[in-house]
Nanobody, 126 residues
Framework: QVQVVESGGGLVQAGGSLRLSCAAS????????MGWYRQAPGKERELVAG?????????????TYADSVKGRFTISRENAKNMIYLQMDSLKSEDTAAYYC??????????????WGQGTQVTVSS
């Protein structure tokens, strides 16, 4: 079983910054991808930023961002700790949402997994 835990949410004024952290633990053989998603009230969950090891030998992996956060958010990872981070700068009120972390990979039985965290709330006041 793989557990995912997020931290770092909170209340911030528009234009401010927050840093989210996510840690995956448990029966992990290899993590293939991790990402941050968000869900605002009445809206569907959407991908904010992701990082994958597939198709590259670069330790920092391949990153992807939603158009709405490009240039403002930065995803990074710490492979040895199975952790990712989301640095969020120039926050806007429309960034207000519950932010979820997802880890995908293979467990120690070599079975694929996709595990979600419980979420952390980010509220941006205008």
């Amino acid at each position: 079983q793989v557990q995912v835990v997020e931290s770092g949410g909170g209340l911030v004024q528009a234009g401010g910054s927050l840093r989210l952290s996510c840690a995956a633990s448990g029966s992990i053989f290899r993590i293939v991808a991790m990402g941050w998603y968000r869900q605002a009230p009445g809206k569907e969950r959407e991908l904010v930023a992701g990082v994958t090891s597939e198709g590259t030998t670069r330790s920092e992996g391949i990153t992807t961002y939603a158009d709405s956060v490009k240039g403002r958010f930065t995803i990074s990872r710490e492979n040895a700790k199975n952790m990712i981070y989301l640095q969020m700068d120039s926050l806007k009120s429309e960034d207000t949402a519950a932010y979820y972390c997802k880890a995908e990979g293979f467990d120690r039985d070599y079975a694929p997994f996709g595990s979600w965290g419980q979420g952390t709330q980010v509220t941006v006041s205008s």
